[in-house]
């Protein structure tokens, strides 16, 4: 826990160094594997590139790619706790006059779950003392989306993933959910106190 902690933590610390050189930003949000856990994220993305691009209409659209870590929380009632890491990579698609983008990605994750195992009855209270194991699985997932980029402060992003759960001591098993929260425009943020 101390290990999650001191990394969400350097997450947020280290985004604020790179927050005056591009449009990074900050996302908070619901994240529901399965579609029926429960779970939050947190997550800075690093913007790489971006680039604009006129067609022959005039229509000018802006082409962004984000490298975005994030840490993300879920409970599965009952039967386990499960910690997720999954640096991704971002390409977002906008017309520039418009607000709204697309989005896709493709991550790399890194899953730790706290899985219920045996209990011990206590026959005095009726309290059961369970016993939790930890398993350890790479998730590869990719992920389609959209999104408002904030005007100023504020935007929001909804995505639906779909991934792999690999672990060596089990059957391989589909991770997908839904994801959605707001983002914080950390450059606007830095510029309304200079």
């Keep these: 826990m101390k290990t999650l902690?001191?990394?969400?933590?350097?997450?947020?610390?280290?985004?604020?160094?790179?927050?005056?050189?591009?449009?990074?930003?900050?996302?908070?949000?619901?994240?529901?594997?399965?579609?029926?856990?429960?779970?939050?994220?947190?997550g800075y993305a690093f913007t790489l590139k971006t680039w604009e691009k006129t067609s022959a209409n005039k229509r000018s659209k802006r082409h962004s790619l984000q490298l975005l870590p994030q840490v993300g929380?879920?409970?599965?009632?009952?039967?386990?706790?499960?910690?997720?890491?999954?640096?991704?990579v971002s390409y977002q698609w906008q017309k520039l006059d418009k607000r709204f983008c697309l989005l896709a990605a493709v991550g790399t994750a890194y899953q730790l779950n706290f899985k219920k195992e045996d209990g011990i009855l206590n026959l005095g209270t009726g309290d059961i003392d369970y016993k939790y194991k930890q398993l350890h699985s790479f998730v590869p997932?990719?992920?389609?989306?959209f999104g408002a980029a904030p005007r100023k402060a504020i935007?929001?992003?909804?995505?639906?993933?779909?991934?792999?759960?690999?672990?060596?001591?089990?059957?391989?098993?589909?991770?997908?959910?839904?994801?959605?929260?707001?983002?914080?425009?950390?450059?606007?943020?830095?510029?309304?106190?200079?």
């Design 155 to 194: 935007g929001f992003y909804f995505k639906a993933y779909y991934g792999r759960q690999l672990r060596f001591d089990a059957v391989n098993t589909a991770f997908i959910g839904l994801s959605t929260g707001i983002l914080i425009n950390l450059k606007y943020k830095n510029e309304r106190h200079d």
């Design 141 to 145: 997932n990719i992920s389609l989306g």
């Design 5 to 42: 902690l001191g990394l969400i933590i350097t997450l947020l610390l280290g985004g604020n160094l790179f927050a005056q050189k591009a449009d990074n930003a900050l996302l908070v949000g619901y994240f529901g594997p399965y579609f029926t856990n429960v779970g939050g994220t947190v």
């Design 73 to 88: 929380y879920y409970h599965q009632p009952r039967v386990s706790h499960n910690v997720l890491f999954n640096p991704e």
